[in-house]
């Protein structure tokens, strides 16, 4: 069982930064790949960017390739999620979500989700 809070949102301007942290509960933390997801008001939910357990793999949507990194620090039960040159288009709630081992675009496939932290760029 992994419990997930997300934190580090908030307003920005655009061409802004902002970096978001997943804090997990658990001593089997390492175990599990991270996820990225965001929701914008009336759009479906969609991945970002995911990590693996061992942080070897890393993968990334393509609107976000380039810009944001995803990370970890398995000492510290914490993935992040480092977000530059943001856009307003990237204005959503953002959830982190584990899994075991290996990372997945398709947010069924996670199990574990946090609540969400709010990210707005302003134009």
């Known amino acids: 069982q992994v419990q997930l809070v997300e934190s580090g949102g908030g307003l920005v301007q655009a061409g802004g930064s902002l970096r978001l942290s997943c804090a997990a509960s658990?001593?089997?933390?390492?175990?599990?790949?991270v996820g990225w997801f965001r929701q914008a008001p009336g759009k479906e939910r969609e991945f970002v960017a995911a990590?693996?357990?061992?942080?070897?793999?890393?993968y990334y949507a393509d609107s976000v390739k380039g810009r944001f990194t995803i990370s970890r620090d398995n000492a510290k039960n914490t993935a992040f999620l480092q977000m530059n040159s943001l856009k307003p288009e990237d204005t959503a709630l953002y959830y982190c979500?584990?899994?075991?081992?290996?990372?997945?675009?398709?947010?069924?496939?996670?199990?574990?989700w946090g609540q969400g932290t709010q990210v707005t760029v302003s134009s």
């Open positions: 979500a584990a899994r075991v081992r290996y990372g997945s675009a398709y947010l069924v496939e996670y199990p574990y």
């Open positions: 990590i693996s357990w061992s942080a070897e793999n890393t």
């Open positions: 658990g001593r089997t933390f390492s175990s599990y790949a």
